[in-house]
Each structure stands twice: as structure tokens, then as C-alpha cells.
């Protein structure tokens, strides 16, 4: 595969991160597959992101330790996961190993190496929540999306995944959408829950 | 000792908005703790919060004040809190009821500690699952800033501190003390090699302080209150203060009671209702997911540290799991096998291996494959992971499996002999999944 | 410093000394895979625990120091070699079953260390091994192939590229029993160093592309020697087959290369595989073919012309003994000075005792004109505790040379231009056009040999003489063309760029009629004076170090076996470094 770019030139001078063109429009190319908004192929960081991350670097004595903050807006900006330009764009901005960035990317579960869908399902079926039916849940989900957990609905809308617990026991069974938390679940409400992302 | 009239002390602003914000939080009480810190010497308010007894409500039990102690005295080295807002222990939802209801009790916490040990920086790790959490600390850090609790002059007393979420992204040994300093430090969470310890060196190579939200939202209440009134909660002297459960599982009412330190399971069972729709109680784990497995005749013990570790288990972080008897508890351990296996840091040989192995080994007796040599397998595999690893979490691991193999044998026994799990499929829900 | 007891011995270490170390000084191995005297201690294979007295627990060697007197170890307790059947026993359930078809079989620590503390058979029957599909054959780089199903998750290979290296290509990725070593997607490893990652790897991981189904290791013979592939003298060892070299692995020097070598040095030895060997020496006879009187006495017709093609030999050198090649040679020295200069070129690579014997040799043809060429490669920089040493001369021994008696390469600004004939002039020039006899010792000199231009330019001497391993094209176009020993095949000395001199002996006998070139040139020398009969490199290096200032008070049998610092001006820019003997462990260094 060919060498991935490391966001717009200029990238490594003093504190700053490098510029990317502009937020783009909405809608990006590749299909119906492809995640809305800025998807792979984008060279660099907003104007707003790279604000956000000059204010983190503020927060810690080390470059590297604003890697994991970085790396979700990174995230946030293209598109829900962390595709090999997104990763070297970080490592350029912190002046980091690339490999070690990557080791990073790939140890964490909420940072994503591949495509996810437009709205991100994490479903918990630890052991309180298996206790009160999260299997069922995730039949639930299954069914609905017709897909295979961690692969994308063609819409491009969702993709899901069993999670290990998310810290809400006494509302089990429940998942995580995007940044919101469904609790006291059941394969209706689920159902429900599901037809109306968009 | 533990009476269900308790005085609410950690969860006193859960219901009440106002407590969100500052000004509100100062008029139930706030503050005043920081303030009462700031007149007093360092090392006094050290020796306050040793006096007290608190120990560490994150797992591991740990003396607060103790570990404070560690930390080498003066301000001419840079110094850290680390804040542990991890919390991924199965079964652990306490420290997000704190931070979301009642968060400037945490920054309080968190700014006496810092005055006990002379550090001028916190970061608040939080799971970067709790968005809604960090959302309500960051807003209520702003209002701090802006009041002057935190700043170059913490109620004009001179004393700079700075505090700052710093949000994790998805790993359970970032809770583990090391392994969340290298997180911090923007690394793979892997856990470090003891010693050093991090009271020498910590994040940045600087002492660091890392206690639980938990224990540091106590550290308010006994500047205010006094040692005294901390130690006379709870069973004994090394069991004192006010303990939050979080209890869930097969229970009617799941959720976080807050009781003197010490309370007998079966009052905590009580307090949240009772058994899951009248079902009867077959285990219940004490403590999070490494704890060992304690059966329906030990339900009268008392929840506090020592209770427990004289029992064979551990109060870890209080997560207290309930299992009815329609439950397989190979079928329980095998998912909490999978959970140490996925968590598994991967550094060191017995862990990377021994919690793979364990996950597979359970999930063929789970599913009928298993042999006659497998308990004994099992156990084997467990003496070689305790005690070898580089951190905690091997042994961890080992605690569910350990249990279940001295405490349930006949169950194991049916899976191997009959090739199929004994208790038939459960539906919680009616229209189920079709 | 205090005092250790490990296993009821007891040594004496400086604090701050880790048990693995200690326990080596003990006699004591205590073994471990993670752990590497020059990488940072990570504490992660848990093949070192060992019992510590007073602690409860099994305590890591590597990441347990000794800081004052009284501590008291165990390795041998029941409680031990169970924590090692256990880590066995884990790092064996994932791993394949590759011996028959790993290089690193007969010299891989799980083979190694399964025999010694491990079980001899397995408990894991029924479940399948883990596999990292796609990932058996990944090239990182030229050199290294990556099979990630026989990792162990050592990271000694990442820890290598970040803080020796310091290029950090490798990096630990993904969590738990799916960690795997690699690259960033599309990036190899790109240092000097690559392969040293092949040595380190405990296990056949990592292995050498270049090596790879070659041989058994338990076939090679293994002899030290040093690398010839530029000035920095990297020690190695030359792993040959009955004189076929299969590989060089770097040899522990903390005076020179430390515990590494780089991957240029590591392919020197391809030459010596791929190249014709001249194996006979070979006699142009002054034939009749030309008109050319036979008699070496009489001038020749053409004598004065620079017509070349008239003085051009057709008829082809055949092989003949060693005496008549001397003789011919002692002929063309004593019989052709009155037509021309005489020149002497040697090279870079002629070993100090060689290049000693070589000026005494143009001492008796009465000859002034004899230096060494030496070609310039990229630099090439090897780090030790020292600050490492860096190396730009594509040869091994420019130095020795000199001190040796050779002039340099070049001449300086003030030899009129034309008047010397060094090896600028012989090789760059016409110099050759001047001389009567030009005798080239050791054609090794890299491509030079092999460059038609310079060929033809150093045809142009009336008489040419090379001595030579190589069937270079230089050789074939010698009048007379001596065999002699590669590097592999003798004694000698050469002197690095920092100025330390170091001894290597011969690994195996050259073929054929090749001979060191020490034996020839004693021979030659014979004929002018008695006392050069005889002589090895031994007598040839205590005689030079008799008579040279820089070698003053070294003699050959006492030379350290890390070498020894020559007292030159220029040396004394080098500081004298201090260190301890080496620690050797089974794993791979």
C-alpha cells in the first residue's frame, strides 16, 4: 500500500498541528457504503480541531501524552474512525514514531481502525447485563440490522459490536449509541431505538 | 452494625440539580472541607485522612492516608493526582453516579488531596465511555476556575492547581494504576514494573498520588466532620466510613446504596429489593469481577474488607453481582473468562496466555466439549498465573475461575459428564428477539 | 559493593546490579527471554523469577537490583522450576510446531530452555492454537522476514528500532493474546541495524532473509574474526560449512561494535561465495609471439613507446608452481628497474602484517612508490556505550597499512603532480604508463578490480603482478597472478578507525593453491634476505611491533582479546574506554 500522507506540508514546526483544508461539505464520495462526512481521503485537521488540539497540548508536560485526546478528535473528524492518514496526521502534529501512534490506534476499543457505521452500537453483555438479557438484545440488533456484528449496514447507518461493561449495571440490559447511553432496554424498545437513527 | 436508617453522606446531593452547580454545592456544605484543609499544615491533613481509616474504594483497599505519605515532602518538584475515573470493573457504577450528581464533591476531593501533598496538577482519567459524565465534570472545572477553587490561587491562599479531564478510550487495565499513568502519558496502557512505585516515580517521572473517585469524594467529609466521626461508622477500625454498593444482577431494585462500610449482604439484598421476580439466590460476587464467588449460605457475611478476605474473597470495588438458581455459573465464569481475555493487556506470558487459555477451556465445558482432566487443568493453569504476572490482573482472573472450581464442582462435573449445560436457555423477554 | 548469595554462592556486584546479571557472575544462569544487558528492562516473559528471601513472591530478575549486602536468591527451589514449567508451558500452547521448517532450530530459546525447564508434553489438545493468518511471511525490509505465529511478545525487536536504532519502525500492536509486532502499514525497517533485530529474536520470528533455509546450525563451525566490510571492525564470527561461509553474526566487542554489526558487513562475506576464486598462480610467459626476446636481460625493441597494444601480451597466463610465480616475481623486481619505476598498491584490506612484509618488499626493490587505496562507502555508524563508531572507508585496515609502512592513498599538496605514483595516480591517472613493474598486493580493493577502466589503466605498467583471492578480471590480466587467502583464511591484524588494533585467526584453509599472502611475501622476501624465512602473521606482528612506535610493547599472543588502543597522535582523540567483560546469555545475542 502507498506511503500515507502526514496531513498538509509544514506539519512539524514548534507547537502548531498541521492545517487541512477546511472543513469539507458534507456527503463525502465512495458509495453508499462510505460514512457521511469527512471519510478517508481527507488530508488534514479543521481549523476547529486544530484549535482544540493546541489547547490540549497546553494541558500536559509532553507531546505525547495529548495522543489519546488527539486521536478522538482525530476520530471525530474523519468520519468515526482512524483511517492510516489519520493516524500519520497525528503523529506528524505530536512528532511521534508512527509505529507507535498505530500501537496505540490498535490498543483501545474506542478507536477504530476500519470503517465504522454513521452511528456507532455498543452493546454491553458483560455479566450483570448477561444476567438480565443482554444476549437477547443482541439478537434484537442483529435481526434488525441485518448484519454481522462490526460490519456496516449498506445505508452506512449503523454497525455494531458486543462491549464489555459500561458502568451501568443497574440499568441492565443497555448500549451505548454514539455518545448516548439506552438503558432498561428491551428487544421493542431496541427495535425502536434503532428505526429512528438516521 | 450497619443500620438502613443511614444518613446519606457520599450520595447527600443525589436528587438535588442544584448541587450541580457550584453556588449550589457551596450552599449544602461544599467547600467548606477545602477550606478547612487550607488552614491546616499538609501533613496534618495527612494524618487526618490516616486517622480516618479510609481505605481505597477502588479495589485494591489500599490506606489513603497512607499512600499519601509516600509522597515526598516539598514544592520543589512538580507533583501529581491522578484521579482513577476508569471504572470498568464489571459490575461498578458507583463513581458515575458521583461525577454525574455531584461533581464539585470530586473536585473538592481532589484539590485537599493535592493540598495534602503539595501537587499542583490533577487529571481526572475518565472511561472514554462516560461522555455524559465528563461532559458534567468539564462544566463544573469551568465554574471552579471561574470561582477560584482551582487556579493559580485556590481561595487566594497562593496554592496553584490546575485539574483536568483527560479521558480514556476504551481499556480495562488502564485502571490498574501503572497501566492508566502510561495511558496518560499517551502510551499503550500496559502496567509498569514495580518498584518504582508511583508515589516516587509516577506520571512524568514525578510522584504521583493515584486514588479512586470514591475515596477521594470521602476526603470533604472527614476534614469537615473530623476522623473521629469517619471511624465511628462501620465495623471496626480497619472498616470504617460509608461505603456505596453497587448492586445488580438478579435483584428487583439494581442500582447504588450507600450504608456504613460492613453492611450483611442479605440487608443489601433487602435494600434493593430483594431477588430478581422472587427468584431464589444461588452466589453472589462481593467485589467485581476477580472476586471470588461466595454461595447463598454466606449471605450473612458483613461487606467490608476484612469480612471478605477472611471469607476467600474480596469487597474489591463493591460490585455486588447476584446470581439466581436458574443461572450457570460455568456459563457466568466463562464470560467473565472472555472479559479477562479481551482486557489482557498481552505483556507479560502467564496473563497474554493463561486468560486465552482459561476462555477456551471454560467455553468447552460451557458448550458440552469438555473432559474429565479439565478441572484439574483449570486449576493448574490458575496456580501458574497467581503470583507470576507482571500485574494484578492474572490473578484477577484467576479468582472467578478458582471459585468455581472449589465451589461448584458438581455443576462443572454435569457439564463434562452430560456434554450440555444443564440449565436450559433463559428468555428474559417475552416477545424476545423474533 | 555489596554481596549477593544465588544459590549458596556468593559474589560481590556493584549496587544497582540486576539479579540476571549478578547470577552470571555467580556461574548461575537464570534464564529469560525479555531481558537484554543493552535494552530497557521491561519484565515481561517471566521466565526470570526467582525466589528472593524475606519476599513472598517471585520476584523478575531482570527488574531486581542488588543495592546492599544481604540478599539471598534462589533459583533452584521446587517453587521456581514450577513459575518455569508454567511459562514454558504458556509460551508453548500458541506456538507452532515449525522446528523442522524454522532457521533457528539448534539456537532458539524456546527449544533451548523447553529441554531445560519445561515439560515434555502438552496440555493443550483440545482447544486450536491461536494464529495470526496472512502475517507467516512479512518482509520488514530487505533482510528480515517477520513469522508473527512463532512470536513470544518478547519486544526485545521494538525495543531494539526505538532506543538502539532509534528509528522506532516496529511497534507493539493491538491488546492481549491478538498482540502482534510490526510496521506501520505500508513503512519497513529502514536502518543500518535491521538485522541485528534476526539476532535478538529469541526464537525464528524473526529471520534473516538472507540466511533463510540455508543451513543448520548445527552443522556450522563457528570461528571470531573480524568484519572487512569497512573501518569500523566490527568483531564477528564466520559460520561456514567445510569453508563455505553461510553467515557472519556480530561478536560482543564493548570496545567497538558492542553486542551489533550492520546489515552491509553481515553481506561481505557473498563475495567470497559468488566471486571465481584464483586458486592456481599464473605465469605469462614472455612468449615469442611478439618478437619478444625471451631473455629478461635484453631491452625490448619498443623500449621508450607508450604504444601499449605492441607491448600487449597474447599469449594467456597458465598455471604454474608457487616457485616459478616467485621466481618470475624476484626476476621482474631485480631485472626491469632500469625501464621504469617500480610500484607498490596496496589496499585497504591487506592485513597489517601483510602490508608490513609488502613495504619490506619494496624496500629491497628499492622502490619509494608503494601506498594503498582505499574507496569511500556511505558512513556507517554502530553504537556501544561509547557514543558508537562511525566508519567511511569501505575497507578494514587503511590504517594498519600506513602504520605499516604505506603511504597514503593520495599524495599531498606538495608532491608535484605526476611525480608519485600512489594509488590516485595508478588508479585515476596514467601512473601506471610509468612503471616497469607495477606489483598489486590483495586486489580486494571493491569494485576496482573489477572496473574495465581501471584494469586497462593499470595494464598499461610493462609488468603487472597481482596478488589476489578473486579471478578478478585484474588477475586475468596479470602477467603474473598469485592466490592468496581471503580474510577467512588467515592471521592478521587490522587497525579501525578509532586506532585499535585486533587480532583474527584464520577459519578454515584457503582452496586449492591459495596461500596467505604472509607466506608469499615471507617467500619473496627469503630470496633477498634469510631472516624473512618462515615467518607467520604471529612473528610478522611481534617484529613490526618491535620495530613501529604505535605498536610499541604488544606482541601478538598478548594481544586483549577486545584489542588494544595504539598510542598514535591521532588516536588520543579517542578516549580509553573501561568495561567489564561481557555477559553471555543462551538467547540469541
Given at each position: ?198 | ?434 | ?153 518478547c519486544t526485545r525487536c521494538i525495543r531494539f528500532t526505538e532506543e538502539i536504532a532509534g528509528t522506532a519502525e516496529l511497534g507493539f500492536f493491538h491488546r492481549g493474546a491478538r498482540t502482534e509486532i510490526g510496521t506501520f502499514p505500508g513503512k519497513q525497517l529502514d536502518n543500518q541495524l535491521a538485522t541485528c533485530v534476526v539476532d535478538i529474536c529469541p526464537v525464528g520470528a524473526l529471520t534473516s532473509t538472507r540466511f533463510r533455509f540455508a543451513e543448520r546450525v548445527f ?82 625493441p619498443d623500449l621508450g613507446g607508450t604504444d601499449t597494444t605492441r607491448r600487449r601480451r597474447p599469449e594467456a597466463p597458465t598455471p604454474v608452481s608457487w616457485r616459478e610465480a616467485l621466481d618470475a616475481v624476484a626476476r621482474y623486481l631485480r631485472s626491469r628497474s632500469a625501464e621504469g619505476a617500480i610500484a607498490f598498491l596496496g589496499s585497504g584490506f591487506l592485513t597489517t602484517e601483510e602490508a608490513y612484509l609488502f613495504a619490506q618488499l619494496a624496500d629491497v626493490a ?224
Amino acid at each position: 500500500m502507498s506511503e500515507p500522507t502526514s496531513g498538509a506540508p509544514g506539519a512539524t514546526a514548534g507547537a502548531s498541528v498541521p492545517a487541512g483544508p477546511g472543513t469539507p461539505a458534507p456527503g463525502a464520495p465512495g458509495g453508499p457504503a462510505a460514512a457521511a462526512g469527512p471519510g478517508p481521503g481527507r488530508r488534514g485537521f479543521s481549523a476547529a480541531a486544530q484549535a482544540q488540539l493546541q489547547a490540549l497540548l497546553e494541558r500536559y508536560p509532553t507531546r505525547e501524552a495529548a495522543l489519546i485526546p488527539a486521536l478522538h478528535i482525530a476520530q471525530r473528524e474523519w468520519g468515526g474512525w482512524l483511517p492510516d492518514d489519520a493516524i500519520a496526521a497525528v503523529a506528524s502534529a505530536l512528532e511521534l514514531p508512527v509505529a507507535r501512534v498505530y500501537g496505540v490506534v490498535t490498543f483501545y476499543d474506542l478507536l477504530h481502525q476500519h470503517q465504522v457505521g454513521r452511528h456507532r452500537i455498543r452493546i454491553c453483555t458483560n455479566l450483570p447485563c448477561m444476567l438480565r438479557g443482554s444476549d437477547e438484545i443482541m439478537e434484537t440488533v442483529r435481526q434488525e440490522l441485518a448484519v454481522g456484528e462490526d460490519e456496516v449496514t449498506p445505508d452506512g447507518r449503523c454497525s455494531f459490536v458486543h462491549f464489555e461493561c459500561l458502568g451501568s449495571c443497574d440499568t441492565a440490559p443497555m448500549m451505548m449509541i454514539d455518545d448516548t447511553y439506552h438503558e432498561n432496554l428491551t428487544p421493542e424498545r431496541v427495535r425502536r431505538i434503532l428505526r429512528e437513527l438516521e | 452494625m450497619a443500620s438502613r436508617a443511614f444518613e446519606p453522606v457520599l450520595t447527600r446531593n443525589v436528587g438535588n440539580p442544584a448541587a450541580l452547580t457550584l453556588d449550589g454545592y457551596r450552599k449544602s456544605g461544599g467547600y467548606e472541607g477545602l477550606a478547612k484543609a487550607l488552614a491546616m499544615e499538609p501533613d496534618a491533613v495527612i494524618d487526618e485522612v490516616k486517622r480516618s481509616g479510609l481505605r481505597g474504594r477502588g479495589g485494591a483497599g489500599f490506606a489513603a492516608g497512607v499512600k499519601w505519605s509516600f509522597i515526598p515532602k516539598g514544592r520543589d518538584k512538580p507533583k501529581y493526582l491522578v484521579c482513577n475515573a476508569d471504572e470498568s470493573e464489571p459490575g461498578t457504577f458507583k463513581d458515575r453516579l458521583l461525577m454525574e450528581k455531584d461533581p464539585h464533591q470530586l473536585i473538592e476531593g481532589c484539590a485537599i488531596c493535592c493540598w495534602a501533598v503539595q501537587a499542583s496538577t490533577t487529571y481526572i482519567y475518565i472511561r472514554g465511555e462516560y461522555t455524559h459524565a465528563n461532559a458534567i465534570m468539564e462544566q463544573a472545572i469551568k465554574e471552579a476556575y471561574q470561582a477560584g477553587v482551582l487556579g493559580d490561587s485556590v481561595f487566594n491562599s497562593g496554592f496553584k492547581l490546575d485539574m483536568y479531564m483527560h479521558q480514556g478510550a476504551g481499556a480495562y487495565i488502564c485502571g490498574e494504576e501503572t497501566g492508566m499513568i502510561e495511558s496518560l502519558e499517551g502510551k499503550r496502557g500496559q502496567p509498569r514494573v514495580k518498584p518504582p512505585f508511583p508515589a516516587i516515580v509516577g506520571a512524568f517521572g514525578a510522584p504521583t498520588v493515584i486514588n479512586n473517585v470514591e475515596t477521594l469524594a470521602n476526603v470533604p467529609h472527614i476534614l469537615v466532620r473530623g476522623a473521629d466521626w469517619f471511624k465511628s461508622i462501620g465495623t471496626d477500625e480497619r472498616n470504617t466510613g460509608p461505603k456505596l454498593y453497587a448492586i445488580s444482577g438478579h435483584v428487583e431494585r439494581p442500582g447504588t446504596y450507600e450504608t456504613a462500610i460492613g453492611i450483611p449482604f442479605s440487608e443489601l439484598l433487602d435494600l434493593a429489593g430483594g431477588m430478581y421476580r422472587g427468584g431464589k439466590l444461588k452466589a453472589y460476587i462481593p467485589g467485581g469481577a476477580s472476586a471470588a464467588i461466595l454461595t447463598a449460605d454466606q449471605a450473612g457475611l458483613a461487606l467490608d474488607f476484612d469480612t471478605m478476605t477472611k471469607a476467600g474473597s474480596m469487597l474489591g470495588s463493591a460490585a455486588v453481582m447476584v446470581m439466581d438458581d436458574a443461572t450457570c455459573m460455568v456459563r457466568s465464569v466463562a464470560r467473565l473468562a472472555k472479559f479477562f481475555n479481551h482486557e489482557s493487556c498481552g505483556q507479560c506470558t502467564p496473563c497474554r496466555e493463561g486468560t486465552n487459555w482459561m476462555e477456551l477451556l471454560l467455553t468447552r465445558i460451557e458448550h458440552g466439549e469438555g473432559r474429565p482432566s479439565d478441572p484439574q487443568l483449570l486449576q493448574s493453569v490458575c496456580k501458574n498465573m497467581n503470583g507470576t504476572a507482571l500485574c494484578a490482573l492474572a490473578e484477577a482472573a484467576v479468582g472467578p475461575v478458582d471459585s468455581l472450581i472449589k465451589r461448584f464442582p458438581e455443576e462443572v462435573e454435569r457439564h463434562i459428564r452430560d456434554r450440555a449445560c444443564p440449565f436450559p436457555q433463559r428468555r428474559y423477554f417475552e416477545n424476545g428477539a423474533s | 559493593m555489596p554481596k549477593v548469595t544465588i544459590d549458596d554462592r556468593t559474589v560481590e556486584v556493584e549496587a544497582g546490579t540486576n539479579l540476571i546479571d549478578a547470577a552470571f557472575k555467580a556461574g548461575v544462569h537464570i534464564p529469560h527471554y525479555c531481558y537484554h544487558p543493552r535494552l530497557s528492562v521491561v519484565g515481561q516473559c517471566r521466565m526470570c523469577l526467582v525466589k528472593v528471601a524475606g519476599m513472598g513472591k517471585l520476584q523478575a530478575g531482570c527488574a531486581t537490583q542488588v543495592m546492599k549486602d544481604g540478599m539471598v536468591v534462589h533459583t533452584d527451589l521446587p517453587e521456581v522450576k514450577e513459575a518455569q514449567q508454567g511459562m514454558m508451558e504458556f509460551l508453548l500452547i500458541n506456538h507452532p510446531l515449525d522446528c523442522p521448517i524454522c532457521d533457528q532450530a539448534g539456537e532458539c530459546g524456546l527449544q533451548d530452555y523447553a529441554f531445560k525447564h519445561g515439560v515434555a508434553f502438552s496440555r493443550f489438545q483440545f482447544e486450536d492454537k491461536r494464529t495470526y493468518p496472512g502475517r507467516e511471511r512479512i518482509p520488514l525490509g530487505g533482510n528480515v522476514l517477520l513469522n508473527m505465529n512463532r512470536c513470544i511478545q518478547c519486544t526485545r525487536c521494538i525495543r531494539f528500532t526505538e532506543e538502539i536504532a532509534g528509528t522506532a519502525e516496529l511497534g507493539f500492536f493491538h491488546r492481549g493474546a491478538r498482540t502482534e509486532i510490526g510496521t506501520f502499514p505500508g513503512k519497513q525497517l529502514d536502518n543500518q541495524l535491521a538485522t541485528c533485530v534476526v539476532d535478538i529474536c529469541p526464537v525464528g520470528a524473526l529471520t534473516s532473509t538472507r540466511f533463510r533455509f540455508a543451513e543448520r546450525v548445527f552443522y556450522l563451525d563457528k570461528r571470531p574474526s573480524l568484519c572487512t566490510g569497512c573501518e569500523v571492525g566490527c568483531n564477528i564470527t564466520i559460520e561456514h560449512r567445510r569453508g563455505a561461509i553461510k553467515r557472519y553474526k556480530p561478536r560482543f566487542n564493548p570496545d567497538v561494535n558492542d553486542y551489533w554489526m550492520c546489515d552491509y558487513g553481515r553481506a561481505t562475506f557473498e563475495r567470497y561465495r559468488d566471486l571465481p576464486r584464483l586458486t592456481a598462480p599464473r605465469l605469462r610467459q614472455e612468449g615469442a609471439a611478439l618478437g619478444v626476446a625471451t631473455d629478461p636481460m635484453r631491452p625490448r625493441p619498443d623500449l621508450g613507446g607508450t604504444d601499449t597494444t605492441r607491448r600487449r601480451r597474447p599469449e594467456a597466463p597458465t598455471p604454474v608452481s608457487w616457485r616459478e610465480a616467485l621466481d618470475a616475481v624476484a626476476r621482474y623486481l631485480r631485472s626491469r628497474s632500469a625501464e621504469g619505476a617500480i610500484a607498490f598498491l596496496g589496499s585497504g584490506f591487506l592485513t597489517t602484517e601483510e602490508a608490513y612484509l609488502f613495504a619490506q618488499l619494496a624496500d629491497v626493490a628499492g622502490t619509494p612508490h608503494r601506498s594503498v587505496a582505499v574507496e569511500l562507502g556511505p558512513e556507517r555508524h554502530i553504537p556501544n556505550l561509547q557514543g558508537g563508531v562511525t566508519g567511511r572507508e569501505a575497507a578494514p585496515n587503511r590504517r594498519g597499512a600506513e602504520l605499516a609502512g604505506l603511504a597514503s592513498g593520495s599524495a599531498g599538496d606538495g608532491e608535484a603532480a605526476g611525480a608519485s605514483l600512489d594509488a590516485e595516480s595508478l588508479l585515476r591517472g596514467d601512473g601506471a604508463a610509468r612503471c616497469a613493474v607495477l606489483v598489486v598486493c590483495d586486489s580486494d580493493f571493491g569494485a576496482a578490480a573489477y572496473d574495465p577502466v581501471i584494469v586497462e589503466r593499470l595494464r598499461r605498467a610493462r609488468v603487472l603482478i597481482v596478488f589476489g583471492w578473486a579471478d578478478s578480471p585484474l588477475a586475468q590480466a596479470a602477467d603474473v597472478a598469485l592466490p592468496v587467502a581471503t580474510h577467512a583464511e588467515k592471521d592478521g591484524t587490522f587497525v579501525n578507525v578509532e586506532w585499535r588494533v585486533q587480532r583474527f585467526e584464520r577459519a578454515f584453509s584457503p582452496p586449492g593453491q591459495a596461500r596467505p599472502a604472509v607466506e608469499a611475501l615471507s617467500e619473496l622476501l627469503t630470496r633477498y634476505d634469510a631472516r624473512w624465512a618462515n615467518l607467520g602473521a604471529p612473528a610478522v606482528f611481534d617484529r613490526l611491533a618491535a620495530e613501529l612506535p604505535a605498536f610499541a610493547g604488544l606482541s601478538w599472543h598478548h594481544l586483549p582479546a577486545t584489542g588494544a588502543a595504539l598510542d598514535v597522535p591521532a588516536a588520543r582523540a579517542f578516549p580509553e574506554p573501561h568495561l567489564q567483560a561481557p555477559e553471555d546469555t543462551a538467547v540469541g545475542i
